[in-house]
């Protein structure tokens, strides 16, 4: 999966070197945060680990915190490009939502990782990386708000009711992330794929029966 | 509100003033991480806060962990006592969620470093404080279902699903702890609670229309 593309060939073998050790370090440090939270995580430990001398380090990041925030992206990246897939393909109502979380589910137990990383510290010590995966979950929500927008029914939703829609369904798959990554590794997810699935369905069929109101509403602050 | 409880005043002096250096140990140490990770403190530097020597810690703590725990213990304590006191309160229907969202996030911002403290530990690097937070959120899902078991509609519908429900709403209502804490400590938090109010009642919405079938429904798996 990490192997370079095509038109990567032409690169002198240095560059190409230089680009596996990169992704060694990457690789190394999702390693060792497994069990550890990121700020207690030193670039010593990490070039160690992949076998070079730490000022070495700073010829692939200026620091630990920017391979934090690549961690970040290449975490959001193929999660996106995993969603995309899953839009493309057409299935019936019912199936659809069954499929989607059998999905998701399989890919966060394939990448457990990432997840782990993301789980944690979307709560952890360096603000920046905090604040970068709080970005990329809203970007998300609102992803998902747009495609719920070309839905059928959703003529006379406001934005702020879509976000609001999309917010809930993220929020569940969030929550079963959690409850997958509590699973030891190679555990069963069947109990967490069946409440999802039918959290969403719950979701779901509420959604006739909601009546959207233009978006923010202060004068019902008041009373 | 830290004072003792009436009967504590034939206690000697000594034994109170114990009492009141093992919660200023607990304050110092909710203090110290409200921007870092419990397990990057050090014992050292909650004993420096309060003014004693390190070694006169254990007169209150085994270790760091079982403050920790003791912590996580507090915060959800004086949170069930909020709840308990909303579901005493008997209010319309509408007004109970608008009601309980506006209740809810208010005592998140009055007790910050408390749901901080729990939101980051729940993915911090101290097993037993991550796993104890984690059984205790399960704990006020559960309370949660048999709550709604005594609802009108609720005879037809299968522990699971009223499992599955509290989840949902939970879930909602961590969410919308997340976006609380992301604001600034005395912002306002109106938007925050109007989408926590919208999902809930959306969610309240859907109830009427879901056909609770048996739990586990084992057979649909092989499809």
Excluded: C
């Amino acid at each position: 999966m990490r192997r370079h593309s095509r038109h990567r060939e032409e690169l002198a073998p240095r560059a190409e070197q230089k680009q596996q050790t990169r992704q060694a370090l990457l690789d190394a440090a999702l390693r060792l945060v497994a069990d550890n939270s990121f700020d207690g995580l030193s670039l010593r430990e990490v070039t160690r680990e992949v076998g070079i001398v730490p000022t070495a380090f700073y010829r692939h990041f200026q620091s630990m915190e920017e391979l934090g925030l690549v961690l970040v992206d290449e975490s959001f990246r193929t999660l996106r490009r995993m969603m995309r897939a899953a839009r493309e393909g057409a299935l019936p109502h019912e199936q659809l939502v069954k499929r989607s979380v059998e999905t998701f589910v399989g890919y966060v137990q394939a990448h457990r990782p990432y997840f782990q990383f993301l789980m944690r510290e979307r709560f952890g010590g360096v603000a920046s990386i905090r604040s970068q995966i709080r970005s990329e979950i809203r970007l998300f929500v609102s992803e998902l708000a747009t495609d719920f927008a070309r839905f059928p029914g959703a003529d006379g939703w406001s934005n702020e009711d879509l976000q609001m829609l999309s917010g809930l369904i993220v929020g569940a798959m969030i929550s079963a992330t959690e409850q997958v990554l509590e699973l030891p590794p190679r555990a069963d997810a069947d109990d967490v794929i069946r409440i999802a699935e039918k959290q969403l369905r719950l979701i779901i069929l509420a959604t006739p029966h909601w009546k959207s109101q233009p978006s923010r509403p202060q004068a019902e602050d008041a009373s």
